[in-house]
């Protein structure tokens, strides 16, 4: 019984082990080590595309804010690439941080987005990171279909009807499609499918255009727009260059 515990990845004690890990060295050497080159070189290159868009812009609040939060979400997205718990902790960071400058910008759906990868992804990674790490990455089948279709159906009604009736965004369609294509995406990654990454690619598309639409409708955050833009080089290392392609591969060859 006290073997089984230890083992499932779910029990106070398994908590308790994975919180107190976050405050070791070992944890960070875990989360970081261990990528594929790909993701290592586009981390690179993201740092430095972000802090170029954003130091032009100036130093003012939420500038910063867009800068370490995009750059803090970027290596989020490739640590679960990298089928990294850190992520859970990176992404609760990055979300707390893109969400006050969602605030500012009245996407309203996107704040709703980031809190809920906060408690389905981050918190979960958080607290049951090992658990999720080491269980299986699977090939989409009918059950991933009804997930998505579902979460998606679902969290697109809800938030449009938030963002048309109760805090009302002056990009409702956009703002809640995109946010309820995020939403699915976290559902099929929690479940551990891999083509997680092509509902993950679309939301980056959406993304994209859902921030450049409220960069030029005079609410200018280029860095978030720039971050997005990178979001997709690295749905594409999840397609076809990580352990999740990896995992895809080797279950179809059987």
């Not at 919180?19 to 790909?38: A, C, H, L, R, V």
């Not at 290159?45 to 803090?72: C, R, Y």
Request: proline share 2%; net charge positive.
């Amino acid at each position: 019984m006290s073997n089984e515990q230890s083992t499932s990845g779910y029990t106070w004690q398994d908590v308790k082990t994975n919180m107190k890990q976050i405050f070791t060295w070992s944890y960070y050497k875990e989360g970081f080590s261990g990528w594929d080159k790909q993701s290592y070189i586009w981390l690179a290159i993201g740092l430095v595309v972000i802090l170029a868009t954003g130091f032009p812009h100036g130093l003012e609040t939420l500038s910063i804010l867009s800068m370490i939060g995009g750059a803090i979400g970027f290596a989020c997205t490739l640590a679960i690439t990298a089928n990294k718990r850190i992520n859970g902790l990176l992404g609760f960071i990055s979300a707390i941080l893109i969400s006050i400058v969602a605030f500012h910008s009245k996407n309203y759906s996107d704040i709703v987005m980031q809190m809920v990868y906060v408690v389905s992804l981050d918190l979960n990674f958080m607290f049951f990171g090992n658990a999720w790490q080491n269980r299986k990455i699977k090939a989409m089948n009918t059950n991933g279909w009804l997930l998505a279709l579902a979460t998606f159906v679902v969290a697109f009604f809800l938030l449009f009807m938030m963002d048309t009736h109760l805090l009302i965004s002056p990009r409702p369609w956009l703002d809640a499609f995109s946010a309820a294509i995020g939403v699915t995406g976290a559902a099929l990654t929690i479940a551990k499918f891999h083509s997680q990454y092509w509902m993950w690619t679309l939301q980056g598309l959406m993304s994209v255009t859902l921030w450049g639409v409220t960069a030029l409708q005079g609410d200018a955050n280029w860095v978030l727009f720039a971050t997005y833009i990178l979001y997709l080089g690295n749905d594409v290392i999840g397609l076809f260059f990580s352990p999740w392609s990896r995992a895809t591969k080797a279950a179809n060859a059987k």
